[in-house]
């Protein structure tokens, strides 16, 4: 076998295949699918620290995000990504009292997967084309209560996560 024929065969059996493979992967990172780190504790107990989940890309939010909603967004304000539950939606009322309850345009919220209430109270009104989150550990969240601009616009929303990776122990579908 001379060097062209070897050439041509490792182009046909590594090279080729590698390439193509990595264009199926950015293709799907791109618009299908991707990974992301949850960095803090702001989402106990529904995801632990530092997990890996993968989020499914959003492509058009104003008809994809509903109440509830675990949400990859970008935070200009904090100039990084992150991931908290979305709960007022465009042109809804936010109240948070005292103890923690949260009410949306006067009715309350039921929040099962709130564990750790916080006392911090405030009144919000989420803009047309913007949404209002919280994380679901709220005695350990720096999340919208606290920020200057408590809105995200529907064109920072990236993501709706559905499975966590990493740690193992809590691999499966999120709740």
């Given at each position: 076998m001379?060097?062209?024929?070897?050439?041509?065969?490792?182009?046909?059996?590594?090279?080729?295949?590698?390439?193509?493979?990595?264009?199926?992967?950015?293709?799907?990172?791109?618009?299908?699918?991707?990974?992301?780190?949850v960095p803090?504790?702001?989402?106990?107990?529904?995801i632990?620290?530092?997990?890996?989940?993968v989020?499914?890309?959003?492509?058009?939010?104003?008809?994809?995000?509903?109440?509830?909603?675990?949400i990859a967004?970008?935070?200009?304000?904090?100039?990084?990504?992150?991931?908290?539950?979305?709960?007022?939606?465009?042109?809804e009322t936010?109240?948070?009292?005292?103890?923690?309850?949260?009410?949306?345009?006067?009715?309350?919220l039921?929040?099962?997967?709130?564990?750790?209430?916080?006392?911090?109270?405030?009144?919000?009104?989420?803009?047309e084309?913007?949404?209002?989150f919280?994380?679901?550990n709220?005695?350990?969240?720096?999340?919208?209560?606290?920020?200057?601009?408590?809105?995200?616009?529907?064109?920072?929303?990236?993501?709706?996560?559905?499975?966590?990776?990493?740690?193992?122990?809590?691999?499966?579908?999120?709740?």
């Amino acid at each position: 076998m001379d060097n062209q024929q070897k050439f041509r065969k490792i182009m046909k059996e590594w090279v080729i295949p590698v390439v193509l493979e990595i264009i199926v992967v950015l293709f799907f990172v791109k618009n299908v699918a991707f990974p992301i780190r949850v960095p803090t504790g702001s989402m106990i107990p529904t995801i632990d620290e530092k997990s890996w989940l993968v989020a499914t890309r959003i492509h058009n939010p104003e008809k994809r995000v509903e109440r509830g909603d675990i949400i990859a967004f970008y935070s200009d304000e904090l100039g990084k990504m992150l991931i908290k539950r979305c709960i007022g939606l465009p042109g809804e009322t936010v109240d948070i009292d005292d103890d923690g309850q949260v009410y949306i345009d006067g009715e309350l919220l039921n929040e099962e997967y709130v564990v750790y209430h916080s006392g911090v109270s405030g009144h919000f009104e989420v803009p047309e084309g913007s949404y209002f989150f919280l994380g679901d550990n709220r005695s350990g969240s720096l999340d919208a209560r606290f920020w200057e601009d408590p809105y995200i616009p529907a064109e920072k929303v990236y993501g709706q996560a559905h499975f966590a990776l990493w740690p193992l122990d809590n691999f499966g579908p999120l709740k």
